[in-house]
């Protein structure tokens, strides 16, 4: 049992390994039924290195996320579960990732979350007890020192692969690469961006990222998804919080005969750019509702293509 | 909102000379429950206006760019989360600009504190909310709670 207690996750060996991971989002179900959960993994397939289970994304209540990387666990899928400091305080969190250790879910990634106005409960209490930042180095002194944040001795020591977000798209942009310190120092080991549509910016924030060594530091991995049509391109800009889509990419799609296909060229485009950065490990995908083009945007891009799994 | 907008490199020279200032009544403060009530009532007066304080009981101002990172809606104590706008105005409250957006270019005019700004703030202890910062500070309590949490 301690054996496999203290096995590194899947999503860390393929990072460890030198090569490029592979991880996407997965669509979690309003339904209390795990087939559910198998039916939208399905589609992402064995391909990803890692399937993130979000918790209460835009602040819409789903199946939680501690519920959907169990269920994926089990049925042999690799979880990233998401927690996020939007609804529950120090006590429930830490409740949660101990819950989550034992249900053998090993990769974790630690959120602010979004404000409650955007979401299905705008009525809701918004908790924040603490701030990502803070919610990381409790977990890595859980992981680490085996112990509670009032100090209180555990039996045992959960074991993490500790992940956290970055958003290198908005202001302050010259903030950001110290947020992303801030992150690693408190114990982050990969990062996982919000969806990129502005290349050179992130070129801009991987310059600062690479100069003060952090991408040596831990695994960055770029979001990335593609675009159904100009107009739903818009929706996600003025409606989900931190996503930036310049005009020109919105043009582009309006001009494009066939919108979707004119979408997945574009992520495509960006996949390609992005893993061609220094210090850049890999890439998220985030595919809303369009879980389908998943496995074409992994094979297309040729991002596995020289995969060893034997590590 | 703040009534008054002042120089972030004046007002941590204010904090910085407040802080000398409470030094030399530190005994009497940590004493006196009378004086106690004074702190607070005098918090109130001169830090809501200014900083829109929400009397959190554990003021950071200094390192945050003497921004309040309290009137963030969110309350988060290391810096802007992910939802900030193209403009800069805050996630939750469009028609507001973003604490830490304030807080960042303020800091880079602070000499004295400035870099405070890049080090991990301890989460809050709720308890010490409506009790006197200054106070706090004077009676160590602000700062075991930050040097619990570095080690």
């Given at each position: ?6 096995e590194q996750?899947?999503?860390e ?6 090569q ?6 997965i669509?979690?179900p309003?339904?209390s039924?795990p087939?559910?959960v ?9 391909l990803c290195d890692g ?8 602040a819409?209540v ?7 990387s169990?269920i994926?666990q089990?049925?042999?899928y690799?979880p ?5 400091c939007?609804d529950?305080?120090r006590?429930a ?5 101990l ?19 955007t979401?299905?409960?705008p ?6 007890d603490?701030d990502s930042i ?14 509670f944040?009032s ?6 020591k959960?074991?993490?692969?500790l ?7 908005v202001?302050p942009?010259?903030?950001?690469p110290?947020r ?9 080991k990969?990062?996982?961006?919000q969806?990129?549509f ?13 100069d ?6 831990a695994?960055?991995l770029?979001g ?9 391109a818009?929706w996600?800009?003025s409606?989900?919080?931190g996503?930036?889509?310049p005009?020109a ?6 001009q ?9 060229k574009i ?5 390609q750019q992005?893993?061609?950065?220094p210090?850049v490990?890999g890439i998220?995908?985030?595919s809303?509702?369009q879980?389908?083009?998943?496995p074409e945007?992994?094979?297309e891009?040729?991002i ?8 | 909102?703040t009534m008054?907008?002042l120089?972030?490199a004046f007002?941590?020279l204010i904090?910085k000379s407040?802080v000398v200032?409470?030094n ?8 006196s429950?009378i004086i106690?009530?004074?702190l ?5 007066l ?12 554990q003021?950071?101002?200094?390192n945050?760019?003497?921004t309040?990172p309290?009137?963030c ?9 992910g939802?900030v706008r193209?403009n800069?105005?805050c996630?939750?409250k469009p028609?507001?600009?973003c604490v830490w957006?304030?807080?960042w270019?303020r800091?880079?005019?602070?000499p004295?504190y400035?870099r405070?700004?890049n080090?991990i703030m301890?989460?809050?202890d709720?308890r ?6 200054w106070?706090n500070?004077l009676?160590?309590r602000?700062?075991?709670i930050?040097?619990e949490w570095s080690?």
């Amino acid at each position: 049992m301690s054996g496999q207690l203290e096995e590194q996750s899947k999503l860390e060996r393929v990072l460890r390994s030198g090569q490029l991971a592979v991880t996407a989002e997965i669509n979690s179900p309003d339904s209390s039924l795990p087939e559910s959960v198998h039916r939208n993994a399905l589609v992402l397939g064995s391909l990803c290195d890692g399937i993130n289970a979000t918790d209460a994304s835009g602040a819409n209540v789903h199946l939680s996320s501690i519920a959907v990387s169990a269920i994926l666990q089990k049925a042999g899928y690799e979880p990233v579960m998401q927690i996020s400091c939007r609804d529950r305080n120090r006590i429930a969190m830490q409740g949660d990732l101990l819950g989550a250790a034992a249900l053998n879910i090993k990769n974790v990634l630690c959120l602010t979350g979004d404000g409650v106005q955007t979401g299905d409960h705008p009525e809701a209490k918004s908790v924040f007890d603490m701030d990502s930042i803070n919610l990381l180095k409790m977990t890595r002194t859980m992981a680490h020192e085996g112990r509670f944040l009032s100090g209180r001795k555990l039996e045992s020591k959960p074991k993490f692969f500790l992940g956290a977000a970055a958003n290198p798209f908005v202001p302050p942009f010259d903030f950001r690469p110290l947020r992303l310190k801030k992150k690693i120092d408190a114990g982050a080991k990969f990062i996982q961006t919000q969806y990129c549509f502005d290349v050179p910016r992130l070129k801009t924030y991987m310059d600062a990222v690479n100069d003060m060594g952090l991408s040596e530091k831990a695994f960055i991995l770029i979001g990335v998804g593609p675009l159904k049509s100009a107009k739903s391109a818009q929706w996600i800009r003025s409606n989900v919080p931190g996503v930036v889509i310049p005009d020109a990419i919105i043009r582009r799609l309006k001009q494009a005969k066939d919108q979707a296909a004119e979408g997945k060229k574009i992520c495509l485009e960006i996949v390609q750019q992005a893993i061609e950065m220094p210090g850049v490990k890999g890439i998220h995908i985030m595919s809303y509702g369009q879980e389908e083009l998943v496995p074409e945007i992994i094979a297309e891009s040729g991002i596995l293509d020289n995969r060893n799994n034997n590590i | 909102m703040t009534m008054f907008r002042l120089h972030p490199a004046f007002l941590e020279l204010i904090y910085k000379s407040t802080v000398v200032f409470l030094n030399l009544g530190k005994p009497l403060i940590l004493r006196s429950r009378i004086i106690n009530r004074g702190l607070i009532f005098a918090e109130r007066l001169f830090k809501k206006p200014v900083f829109d304080c929400q009397m959190c009981g554990q003021c950071v101002l200094h390192n945050t760019g003497m921004t309040c990172p309290m009137t963030c809606p969110k309350s988060l104590r290391n810096g802007p989360c992910g939802g900030v706008r193209n403009n800069g105005n805050c996630e939750v409250k469009p028609e507001m600009m973003c604490v830490w957006v304030t807080a960042w270019e303020r800091s880079k005019q602070m000499p004295i504190y400035g870099r405070n700004i890049n080090a991990i703030m301890a989460p809050l202890d709720r308890r010490l909310q409506d009790t006197s910062a200054w106070a706090n500070q004077l009676s160590g309590r602000t700062e075991i709670i930050q040097d619990e949490w570095s080690t």
